[in-house]
């Protein structure tokens, strides 16, 4: 069951098309695309693993060549130990001429440019030698605030405490070249060895493509970062140059200094990949997108979604087909049972395979001969049962009328009216001629006219005053074909309650017929009197109980519900009775029958032997 708020679903209310559907999803689509989504997740993860232990070798060795090349650098202020001249001027502290200094200018920067800048190391922007508050200098390229104006050269007051080789960046000095390229400075002291004194302090500026050189072999992959930092994560190098002397603060929250691990940076997950230097005070790092690892294993994720969805889609249509063939013979065969339930017994089942619909569809076509068997003899059955209620009825009507009839004769001989007694034996003899003479169960509207006109006239010798008759005999419609004694059973409960209920009043019976005119054209007859009427309840109850099954639901004795039942039998649900009544005003009863004229009769009453059980007229 699923539940969804106070609603509950079954699932076994839904269609078998859907269950199939599925049933082919939960058990196929769900496990491979779980099982590949596994195998995606898995094979990512190895390469992930993979990459996360080989970077960190690959930045390790690069962070030792990168030791080397700053090792080879630091071995250049040495040279000027070789350099007699050099060591001459620095050595120097005696006040010279303007001549004598332009001409050591000279030497110390052809010296510098010998040395540095004509050198193997092609990334020196510049070397400066300060010395006596002297500067010498020689660049490659045009430079500017570099001296001891402006207070941007560093340990200008106190050179002696520099000891060893420093490192500087661009933030801490305001020295620039043309082209602003990045950079980073060398600096150590000359020390005279024979006395302890410092000469002076050599500044070597080395562009930062000096570390691209080295790191060009990582950066081969695209969004990849690298960058140097100390141990306080300043920024020595970074690959985006703006970022050359900031701090990255999350270097406190590195799990380690060594290896790498996962984290998120700009909501992007990225692998760290860090070495620590060994020789230098700094940490080299490498940052990659994870997505770069698995740029290959996206491919193959995507060719294989769309090989599974490709694959989904057939295989689905697939089963949508199978689902179909087996649903479409069961659709059917439920059409074919709601046309049965409707009164159809004639449907044609197509199904003929030999499966289990094919096996249902077969027990269903047997079912449903057996049942038309079973209806053909209950409905002889019970037309022979009605043929036997219509002549019980002509034995218990015609003695009781007869009776009556006689004594109304006896009284008008005993009076000498010979006239209405020969009238009244002519009508009764007619009468009686009527009800045994002719067997069939339809006859002539005017025949069974002239029945109920004979039957109104003798009643009207009997009561005299008391009753009144009208015949409207319609010449379009006296030619059809009515049961026998639908019209005197209505008109006996008129005289009957009539005459007794309202003793003061005479009562007016009018009998009409009509042919209606839209739709199927029907016949109409019309049976009214002003007797006493009937209430509303028990109107409401005698129409429910009219149009009740006919065959099942009838009152023991015979009149207006036994000529109802008959007509229903005869002719369907459709043709019926159906009284209308005002209470003290009068009642009028509307039989409906279908239109049979001299030409159909003999069809239509075989047709109604053959096929009662669909006898819908």
Same mark, same amino acid.
Request: proline share 3%; with cysteine.
């Given at each position: 069951?699923?539940?969804?708020?106070?609603?509950?679903?079954?699932?076994?209310?839904?269609?078998?098309?859907?269950?199939?559907?599925?049933?082919?999803? +939960? +058990?196929?689509?769900?496990?491979?695309?779980? +099982?590949?989504?596994?195998?995606?997740?898995?094979?990512?993860?190895?390469?992930?693993?993979?990459?996360?232990?080989?970077?960190?070798?690959?930045?390790?060795?690069?962070?030792?060549?990168?030791?080397?090349?700053?090792?080879?650098?630091?071995?250049?202020?040495?040279?000027?130990?070789?350099?007699?001249?050099?060591?001459?001027?620095?050595?120097?502290?005696?006040?010279?001429?303007?001549?004598?200094?332009?001409?050591?200018?000279?030497?110390?920067?052809?010296?510098?440019?010998?040395?540095?800048?004509?050198?193997?190391?092609?990334?020196?922007? $510049?070397? &400066?030698?300060?010395?006596?508050?002297?500067?010498?200098?020689?660049?490659?390229?045009?430079?500017?605030?570099?001296?001891?104006?402006?207070?941007?050269?560093?340990?200008?007051?106190?050179?002696?405490?520099?000891? $060893?080789?420093?490192?500087?960046?661009?933030?801490?000095?305001?020295?620039?070249?043309?082209?602003?390229?990045?950079?980073? /400075?060398?600096?150590?002291?000359?020390?005279?060895?024979?006395?302890?004194?410092?000469?002076?302090?050599?500044?070597?500026?080395?562009?930062?493509?000096?570390?691209?050189?080295?790191?060009?072999?990582?950066?081969?992959?695209?969004?990849?970062?690298?960058?140097?930092?100390?141990?306080?994560?300043?920024?020595?190098?970074?690959?985006?140059?703006?970022?050359?002397?900031?701090?990255?603060?999350?270097?406190?929250?590195?799990?380690?200094?060594?290896?790498?691990?996962?984290?998120?940076?700009?909501?992007?997950?990225?692998?760290?990949?860090?070495?620590?230097?060994?020789?230098?005070?700094?940490?080299?790092?490498?940052?990659?997108?994870?997505?770069?690892?698995?740029?290959?294993?996206?491919?193959?994720?995507?060719?294989?979604?769309?090989?599974?969805?490709?694959?989904?889609?057939?295989?689905?249509?697939?089963?949508?087909?199978?689902?179909?063939?087996?649903?479409?013979?069961?659709?059917?065969?439920?059409?074919?049972?709601?046309?049965?339930?409707?009164?159809?017994?004639?449907?044609?089942?197509?199904?003929?395979?030999?499966?289990?619909?094919?096996?249902?569809?077969?027990? &269903?076509?047997?079912?449903?001969?057996?049942?038309? !068997?079973?209806?053909?003899?209950?409905?002889?059955?019970?037309?022979?049962?009605?043929?036997?209620?219509?002549?019980?009825?002509?034995?218990?009507?015609?003695?009781? &009328?007869?009776?009556?009839?006689?004594?109304?004769?006896?009284?008008?001989?005993?009076?000498?009216?010979?006239? !209405?007694?020969?009238?009244?034996?002519?009508?009764?003899?007619?009468?009686?001629? &009527?009800?045994?003479?002719?067997? !069939?169960?339809?006859?002539?509207?005017?025949?069974?006219?002239?029945?109920?006109?004979?039957?109104?006239?003798?009643?009207?010798?009997?009561?005299?005053?008391?009753?009144?008759?009208?015949?409207?005999?319609?010449?379009?419609?006296?030619?059809?074909?009515?049961?026998?004694?639908?019209?005197?059973?209505?008109? !006996?409960?008129?005289?009957?309650? $009539?005459?007794?209920?309202?003793?003061?009043?005479?009562?007016?019976?009018?009998?009409?017929?009509?042919?209606?005119?839209?739709?199927?054209?029907?016949?109409?007859?019309?049976?009214?009197?002003?007797?006493?009427?009937?209430?509303?309840?028990?109107?409401?109850?005698?129409?429910?109980?009219?149009?009740?099954?006919?065959?099942?639901?009838?009152?023991?004795?015979?009149?207006?519900?036994?000529?109802?039942?008959?007509?229903? /039998?005869?002719?369907?649900?459709?043709?019926? +009775?159906?009284?209308?009544?005002?209470?003290?005003?009068?009642?009028?009863?509307?039989?409906?029958?279908?239109?049979?004229?001299?030409?159909?009769?003999?069809?239509?009453?075989?047709?109604?032997?053959?096929?009662?059980?669909?006898?819908?007229?």
């Amino acid at each position: 069951m699923i539940f969804k708020g106070k609603k509950r679903i079954e699932i076994k209310n839904f269609r078998l098309t859907t269950k199939l559907i599925t049933t082919y999803t +939960l +058990l196929t689509v769900l496990p491979m695309a779980f +099982l590949g989504f596994i195998a995606y997740y898995q094979y990512t993860k190895s390469i992930e693993e993979e990459v996360g232990e080989y970077i960190p070798r690959l930045v390790e060795q690069v962070n030792g060549n990168i030791e080397n090349e700053i090792q080879k650098l630091e071995t250049l202020p040495d040279l000027i130990y070789n350099s007699g001249d050099v060591m001459a001027i620095l050595r120097d502290s005696q006040s010279k001429k303007k001549s004598a200094l332009l001409h050591e200018e000279y030497i110390m920067k052809s010296y510098l440019t010998r040395t540095y800048l004509n050198s193997n190391s092609s990334h020196i922007l $510049g070397a &400066f030698l300060v010395s006596k508050n002297r500067i010498f200098a020689s660049a490659s390229l045009p430079y500017d605030n570099f001296g001891f104006e402006d207070g941007s050269l560093p340990y200008a007051d106190n050179l002696g405490l520099l000891g $060893g080789m420093q490192l500087l960046l661009p933030n801490q000095t305001n020295l620039t070249f043309e082209g602003d390229p990045s950079y980073f /400075m060398l600096v150590k002291p000359i020390t005279d060895f024979d006395n302890r004194k410092n000469l002076g302090t050599l500044y070597i500026a080395i562009d930062v493509a000096f570390f691209e050189q080295s790191l060009q072999d990582l950066q081969q992959e695209e969004n990849v970062a690298m960058w140097i930092m100390n141990k306080q994560g300043k920024m020595i190098y970074h690959t985006d140059h703006s970022k050359i002397g900031t701090v990255e603060k999350e270097i406190h929250d590195y799990p380690l200094l060594n290896g790498s691990f996962r984290t998120e940076i700009d909501g992007k997950r990225n692998l760290i990949s860090i070495s620590e230097s060994n020789e230098l005070p700094w940490v080299l790092v490498h940052s990659m997108p994870i997505k770069n690892m698995t740029e290959k294993t996206d491919v193959v994720r995507n060719v294989t979604i769309f090989i599974f969805i490709v694959f989904t889609l057939i295989t689905t249509l697939i089963s949508i087909f199978f689902a179909w063939t087996v649903t479409r013979p069961l659709n059917e065969l439920g059409n074919l049972m709601k046309r049965v339930e409707k009164g159809d017994l004639l449907v044609n089942i197509p199904i003929h395979s030999k499966d289990e619909v094919g096996i249902l569809a077969s027990s &269903f076509r047997s079912m449903l001969a057996e049942i038309r !068997e079973l209806i053909q003899k209950n409905y002889h059955i019970e037309l022979r049962k009605k043929t036997a209620e219509l002549y019980a009825l002509q034995s218990q009507i015609n003695p009781h &009328f007869m009776y009556n009839t006689l004594e109304t004769i006896g009284m008008a001989v005993e009076e000498g009216e010979t006239e !209405e007694v020969v009238k009244m034996v002519t009508l009764l003899g007619r009468m009686m001629r &009527f009800s045994i003479s002719n067997k !069939e169960s339809l006859v002539p509207i005017n025949s069974e006219v002239q029945h109920i006109e004979d039957y109104l006239s003798i009643q009207q010798f009997r009561f005299e005053d008391r009753l009144y008759f009208q015949i409207e005999k319609e010449t379009d419609t006296v030619n059809y074909y009515i049961p026998k004694f639908v019209l005197q059973p209505i008109v !006996e409960n008129a005289i009957k309650y $009539g005459l007794e209920k309202r003793k003061e009043i005479a009562i007016h019976i009018q009998i009409s017929g009509e042919a209606t005119q839209t739709g199927d054209e029907d016949l109409l007859l019309i049976v009214s009197d002003n007797g006493p009427g009937i209430s509303e309840n028990k109107l409401i109850e005698v129409n429910e109980k009219l149009q009740s099954d006919p065959m099942m639901k009838r009152d023991s004795g015979f009149g207006i519900i036994n000529v109802n039942a008959r007509i229903g /039998m005869m002719f369907g649900e459709r043709y019926n +009775l159906h009284i209308n009544s005002e209470y003290g005003k009068g009642t009028s009863v509307v039989i409906r029958l279908p239109k049979i004229n001299a030409q159909h009769v003999c069809m239509y009453v075989q047709r109604e032997e053959e096929k009662g059980y669909d006898s819908k007229g």
